[in-house]
């Protein structure tokens, strides 16, 4: 099945972060998705009240007029807790703003509006001085440390190329926890096409990104790995770590995990006596295809994340608790997964992932392959409030960090 979907992440920021260019102060109308996604229609059912979502980043900033009494730094255990709220390059604060921003004062809007994030640093990117690299959590630890919190969900919209094992040791742990672990694959596809940690490894959402049309970049990283598709491609986000303006060319596999989170959140608090299990099996269930039920494309996963069509039916079945719905997936990566799999001995030092320039516009949609092209074309049916139907070429959205270099 070769179903072109976007994918910008890898262990630097999965956002395509493009040269500043300033967005105007209308930033909410540039988050085409919310329509598209019958935002307003969902928040009358769910805004995700009572979910906490921990945001694996590179800090996030409490200040900003959308995150206001959004973000809970005193959750943050202090053995983690260094500089969590001082983003160093806004990446994070723009990650929080999709998932829970207010939009007070011309802001972001979050698609999970009244969900609560509880943030950690953990992208030590080379540019850090000595100190920050050296007290900056692992991302080891911080995902124990959120296993332990109250936070449902996980959101790591980054990726890296090197597989450690005391990773997978906090990510099996987190899943025991009950935690929803979402990440981007990464953005290199033209390159390497490498799916990146976390990304890869069990238990982990691996999400990829598409445009307004439903179009994939051609960077999007493709394989096994992907899981499910999110809106990602012509955001707008923070400049930099001034949090002066807002600049447009944003998004990526980091704004689509962010957005795959934020609907997970959706999800869970209409239904806060799920488990992590059934909110994803509602996604998976719901998810835009064309492809038949329980099968899986290299490039979309199970199909475009439509938290919606979860949320409009009070009688739907999320089936068994505590059965994995990626079990398969899971189970295939607990057999390939191992340290020669990684293609250098280079250190797994987060960073955000960014995507190739000029990501935005239809000539970033990935072209159909010539080895399979039966299922190019993704029936995506449009989230909206009038719930028209379209049919969408080569598309779909997957969860990665807005701003990773992978």
């Known amino acids: 099945m070769s179903i072109v979907c976007t994918a910008l992440g890898a262990f630097a920021i999965a956002s395509s972060w493009l040269a500043p260019s300033a967005v105007a102060a209308d930033v909410q109308s540039r988050q085409w998705y919310l329509d598209e996604m019958d935002a307003e229609g969902m928040w009358k059912t769910s805004t995700g009240k009572g979910v906490k979502v921990a945001v694996l980043d590179t800090g996030v900033n409490p200040d900003t007029s959308s995150l206001k009494g959004q973000v809970l730094e005193e959750e943050v255990p202090r053995s983690v807790s260094y500089n969590a709220t001082k983003d160093y390059d806004s990446h994070g604060t723009t990650m929080a703003e999709v998932i829970a921003g207010t939009g007070a004062g011309g802001g972001l809007q979050g698609l999970a509006p009244d969900a609560k994030i509880v943030p950690y640093r953990v992208l030590a990117k080379s540019e850090m001085n000595a100190t920050d690299r050296k007290k900056t959590p692992t991302v080891e630890d911080a995902i124990k440390a959120a296993a332990d ?5 996980i959101s790591m919209s980054f990726t890296g190329i090197t597989f450690d094992s005391d990773d997978v040791e906090a990510i099996k742990y987190a899943q025991t926890k009950g935690k929803l672990m979402f990440a981007g694959t990464g953005n290199d596809a033209e390159s390497k096409n490498l799916i990146g940690y976390p990304a890869r490894y069990p238990y982990v959402v691996g999400v990829a990104a598409a445009d307004e049309t439903g179009k994939v970049a051609k960077y999007s990283e493709h394989g096994h790995g ?3 598709a999110a809106p ?9 770590a001034t949090f002066r303006s807002y600049c447009d060319g944003g998004g990526g596999t980091s704004a689509a ?9 959706l999800i869970w608090s209409a239904h806060p006596d799920w488990t992590a299990n059934q909110v994803l099996r509602s996604l998976i269930d719901t998810a835009g295809r064309t492809w038949p039920e329980g099968e899986r494309s290299n490039y979309l996963g199970y199909g475009l994340a439509r938290p919606r069509k979860v949320l409009e039916n009070s009688s739907i079945d999320p089936g068994p608790a505590n059965k994995d719905p990626l079990s398969f997936e899971n189970g295939i990566s607990l057999k390939v997964m191992s340290p020669s799999e990684s293609p250098s001995p280079s250190p797994s030092t987060s960073a955000p992932s960014k995507a190739p320039k000029n990501p935005s516009g239809g000539g970033t949609s990935a072209a159909t392959t010539n080895s399979d092209t039966s ?9 909206g409030a009038a719930g028209a139907l379209a049919v969408i070429g080569g598309g779909a959205f997957a969860v990665v960090r807005s701003r990773r270099g992978t």
Request: glycine residues 2%.
């Open 257 to 265: 995990t962010a957005i795959a989170s934020a609907s997970a959140a």
């Open 375 to 383: 299922d190019n074309t993704v029936l995506w049916v449009a989230l």
């Open 226 to 228: 992907v899981d499910l």
């Open 232 to 240: 990602g491609l012509n955001l707008p986000q923070w400049c930099d």
């Open 149 to 153: 919190s109250d936070a449902q969900i």
